[in-house]
Structures are given as C-alpha cells and as structure tokens.
T-cell receptor, first 109, second 112 residues
C-alpha cells in the first residue's frame, strides 16, 4: 500500500546542518518531493528528485535517494531561523502525490 | 503570473450543513487535485479532475464531490458536514503528465 514515513520532530542549532529522513513504500514512484509548510500557509515545493537519480543539490539543499532501501533524505546546510517549518516528504504514484505526516524542524539559537 | 488561488480562505460551518470551496489553477495548468490536511497530519488525496471528469479518487466518502469547469477551475463540495471534516483543504494544479504540482494556500474549514 501507499505509505510515506518520516520522523515527527527535529531540533537543530542555527548554523548547523539539518538532515530530515523519509522512507517510502512504492518502488514504482517516478518522482519524490520535499515540500515546506510554514504556519498557516500552504505547501511550497522545495525540491524534487527523479527516481533514476541518487543525488540532487540546489544551493543549501541536498537530496539523497537510496532506491534500494526506499530512503530519501533532505539536508539543509547552514540552517537559519527562516528554515523553521514543517517539511513533508512525498512520492508521486499514479499521478497523485502521497505525503508523509511531516517533520517539524525547530531551530535552536 | 498568478499561482493557484483558493476561496474563501476561512470558513465556519455548522454540522449537517453543506460547503463549496473554489480553486482557480495556475495559468497553463489543466489538472486539479484536492487534498484534506487535518491538524498535525500530512495532506490526504481526495480526488483529481482532468477534462471535467473525476480521474482518480482517494479514500473519502461520497459526501465529498467535485466539479471542474471548462476554464479548468474546480469546486469541492462537502455535504452533511461532520466535526471531523474540519481541516485545511488544499488545491493543487498541474499540467497533465507533468511532475510539477503547484499548491494554493488552502481554505481552512471549521465545523462547529
């Protein structure tokens, strides 16, 4: 069945790197996504990775995909207070996006 | 270029009432998907519209229905509202066959 799992909370000191992990179940997923949601707001697409890639870097963001283990991670370098939000891992399956429950990233001063 | 616009932004309804939420897709997009996000949860897929037809449906009861118009805009209707229908309802648009989904800011529905 469809299931995307991720840890619920992560606390990181400002300036450190944040790593958010996710596992998914559908091996036929073509695209995997990371979305950001700030309080009271909708979803902002941060980055995505195609399933035949194993890494994608975009400025402070690095996405790693281990297709064999169905494991996806998002690394945010030099974490800032503005990165405080909920981060959703998601997979595309049959033209619909399946989301995890989200990881709340808390930034410590 | 406007992204996805949803209306209203907030809504309060009483149990048993009916509600209609509206979505205008991003310019150039022809597919609209609706999601329900309960507090503290990830968005759950409700259904998807393409060419004015419901193409896919998630695990939601028939009380949830929708429509897509020739200009690609869409409505989500919920009948016989329950307290558990209180949530943020998100609309996402895309171009058929394309990976890129754009989400609106959502409509927050409170059922009392």
């Amino acid at each position: 069945g469809e299931d995307v799992e991720q840890s619920l909370f992560l606390s990181v000191r400002e300036g450190d790197s944040s790593v958010i992990n996710c596992t998914y179940t559908d091996s036929s997923s073509t695209y995997l996504y990371w979305y950001k949601q700030e309080p009271g707001a909708g979803l902002q697409l941060l980055t995505y990775i195609f399933s035949n890639m194993d890494m994608k870097q975009d400025q402070r963001l690095t996405v790693l995909l281990n297709k064999k283990d169905k494991h996806l991670s998002l690394r945010i370098a030099d974490t800032q207070t503005g990165d405080s939000a909920i981060y959703f891992c998601a997979e595309m399956e049959d033209d619909k996006i399946i989301f995890g429950k989200g990881t709340r990233l808390h930034i410590l001063p | 270029d406007a992204g996805v616009t949803q209306s209203p932004t907030h809504l309060i309804k009483t149990r048993g009432q009916q509600v209609t939420l509206r979505c205008s897709p991003k310019s150039g997009h022809d597919t609209v998907s609706w999601y329900q996000q309960a507090l503290g949860q990830g968005p759950q897929f409700i259904f998807q519209y393409y060419e004015e037809e419901e193409r896919q449906r998630g695990n939601f009861p028939d009380r949830f229905s929708g429509h897509q118009f020739p200009n690609y805009s869409s409505e989500l209707n919920v009948n016989a509202l329950l307290l558990g229908d209180s949530a943020l309802y998100l609309c996402a648009s895309s171009l058929d066959g394309n990976y890129g989904y754009t989400f609106g800011s959502g409509t927050r529905l409170t059922v009392v």
